[in-house]
């Protein structure tokens, strides 16, 4: 028979607090601020040429980068595998959503564990 050491108190809630939910926002501000300071000047001009933010989706940390155009869509896709590697170092968990204008594609989504695939990663770039 298996016992269950742990009291009832001690199991995660079912429904989040507001505090929860604020503590959680506060948490995607934070890692977003580290992330940005630690962006080189292209990444940074590229960021500011977008919509972006961090947040949590189904669980996962997520940074989301929102394209104007579909140019600057391919220079962001360019520079995944650096941003990758910014945020890795905060959270190995994490992934990097870049979508494309309204109406002119589907996103694309790279988890940060599988920056070992990436030819640059390799190389060091």
């Given at each position: ?47 500011s ?36 590697k910014?945020?890795k ?37």
């Open positions: 028979m298996a016992r269950n050491f742990f009291n009832h108190d001690d199991s995660h809630p079912v429904q989040l607090t507001s505090a929860d939910i604020i503590l959680r926002q506060q948490l995607e501000h934070s890692i977003g601020k580290y992330f940005y300071n630690g962006c080189d000047r292209t990444i940074i001009d590229l960021l040429a977008c919509r972006w933010y961090v947040t949590t989706i189904s669980g996962v940390l997520t940074l989301v980068v929102e394209c104007p155009d579909q140019i600057t869509n391919w220079q962001v896709l360019r520079k995944m595998v650096p941003m990758a910014l945020l170092q905060v959270v190995t968990s994490a992934k990097i959503r870049v979508c494309p204008p309204e109406g002119q594609g589907l996103p694309f989504e790279m988890r940060v564990d599988e920056l070992g695939v990436y030819r640059e990663y390799k190389e060091g770039a």
